[in-house]
């Protein structure tokens, strides 16, 4: 609809009789308004400073869902006179870019500027984000775009390098009760106990928008005859899973990872859940856990490792919910073994020595000699069966000819590890008496 055609419908009254979401009704008029966000809203905030200057930037606002990105936007356009022209990079493509740039144009030369809001900005290719550039350095537009994707990796470089990008977070449970406050006074009381209020807040996980639509299906629901508990609220109000998108995929599944390296049993526990309930692929968590069985404990606790493995055999038999139970068995015994990632450090310096050096020939007794010619070459010259020797070790070295011994595996002593370390030392000291004669 155009800007006109949206003047007129509001000019006749017809846009208060609509039917609007409560989310909209609830919507602030100032930015002093806006819930959460003190850390860019407030009275030392980024977003403060910058009107407080008369200097607005072109800004990427990245956060959750419903953390106020499209009222921000919204509301700075209204504070600095500049008119709001708002694309959502979903249903637009060049040409609606390219006319709300001649849009633009026109505005500036009556000597009005315009905020672009561009909602879910990611998902613009890179062909489309550069549309922008020319008209971000001339001028011509404030670009704020809203992405709920990191845009270190979401964002191309050249638009990230003409943007401010400022952090929102997920709204607290104090700024959520603010908003549940607003509906009421607007609307009427919510039929909540005290756990019923605290388990409606929780089932918006820190989303104001879904806390005030979760509201407004509770309000359209006749009257109980008492306060809804936390289990009567769940028989009317179906259950939302925790935020979990591409992002936190990467995000949780790294915070698992360091609470297992942390030992922080109950910590992993909680994070493996997280990410079970936000609709995770047990799959992939289960791959994590490999990973973690083989670069954090290590040969620690050898038993790791057939442990994960086990699990993913497990989950694989048992599927929903009941494999769930193997992975929580994996989570809490990888968190309590004890550590080392010894062995994941010495294939990484062995395969930069190997990068570094080339490919050096191996030791001529370490190479078979199954014709004459070999054997006359010094092939197998000098090999000794460990089987054989004295504590089943002959005392003989492996490494290249000619490179200088190298110590690659320093095991941590830690759990099996400390017998590990002794063997080595043993081996170690059997090879330099043979090397000395």
Partial sequence: MREEEQNLFGNAGLEQEAPRPLAD????????????????????????????????????LWGPPGTGKTTIARLLAAETKLAFVQLSAILSGVQDLRKAFAEAEARRSSGKGTLLFVDEVHRFDRRQQDAFLPHVEAGTVTLVGATTENPSFALNPALLSRTQVLTLKRLADDALEALLSRAEALVRPLPLTEAGRAALIGLADGDGR????????????????????????ASVLQRRAPSFDKEAHYDLASVLQK????????????????????????????????????EDVGNADPAALPLVIAARQAYEALGDPEGHHAIG????????????????????????????????????HALNAPTRLMKAEGYGAGYEYDHDAQGGHAGLGYLPDGMERRTFYDPAGRGAEGKIKERLAWYAARRAAREQG
Wanted: proline share 8%; glycine share 8%; with cysteine.
């Fill in 210 to 233: 879904a806390l005030l639509t979760l509201t407004e299906t509770l309000l359209s629901l006749p009257e109980p005859d008492a306060p809804l508990g936390p289990d009567a609220l």
């Fill in 329 to 364: 068995q994996a989570v809490a015994y990888l968190a309590s073994a004890p550590k080392s990632n010894a062995a994941y450090k010495a294939l990484k310096a062995a395969r930069r020595v190997v990068r570094e050096e080339g490919s050096l020939p191996p030791p001529k």
């Fill in 25 to 60: 009704r609830l919507r602030p008029a100032s930015l002093g308004e806006v819930a959460g966000q003190q850390h860019l809203l407030g009275g030392d905030g980024a977003l403060t400073r910058m009107l407080a200057s008369g200097q607005l930037p072109s800004l990427i």
């Fill in 259 to 294: 609470s297992i390296r942390g030992s922080d049993t109950d910590a992993a526990l909680y994070w493996c859940a997280r990410m079970l309930e936000g609709g995770e692929d047990p799959r992939f968590v289960l791959r994590r856990l490999t990973v973690i069985a083989s």
